[in-house]
């Protein structure tokens, strides 16, 4: 007799690499920022599932965290100098705001760097496109939409 040889655990096995890693994702989202926000923490998986899609699995969970903190950063930076957290129209447009690179800190920079490396191993050691990958990515896109076009206003990213 086999140990953990139950036809339960041979239905669970192939999917507990990808429970560790959604567990590291939101384990890591509390090392990132301290808080316990519901929304926060499904766009943190949502994410996940986006960079899972075309990432090795390790380097998603390291990208998804990496670029949580580099926006919790930029955000924190911003609301301190402007009394406005960071919306999405910041990301994308210029504007009369305050230009970033005044305000750039080590940390900044640790977080840019940690995700362009993750990315840039994730996509060397990519895994095959699969319908279930490219379905969860998918996900974050229809949440998104859903959200601008229900509102037609910026969305804050923090």
């Known amino acids: 007799m086999k140990l953990f040889s139950h036809p339960l655990l041979n239905k669970i096995r192939p ?20 808080q316990w926000n519901m929304p926060r923490v499904g766009f943190s998986v949502l994410l996940y599932f986006f960079f899972a899609a075309f990432l090795q699995r390790w380097a998603a969970v390291a990208a998804t965290l990496a ?16 009394s406005e957290p960071l919306l999405g129209a910041d990301l994308f447009e ?36 699969s319908k279930t990958r490219l379905s969860l990515a998918l996900a974050l896109c229809v949440f998104i939409e859903h959200a601008i076009g229900s509102d037609r206003q910026t969305i804050g990213v923090c």
């Open 94 to 129: 210029v504007g009369q705001g305050m230009a970033m690179t005044d305000y750039m800190n080590w940390q900044i920079w640790a977080y840019a760097l940690i995700t362009i490396g993750a990315i840039g191993y994730g996509l060397w050691r990519r895994p095959r496109l």
């Open 15 to 34: 999917l507990l690499p990808d429970l560790l890693a959604i567990c590291a994702v939101i384990g890591g989202r509390f090392l990132v920022d301290t």
């Open 67 to 82: 670029l949580e903190g580099l926006l919790l950063n930029i955000s924190y930076i911003k609301e301190v100098a402007t």
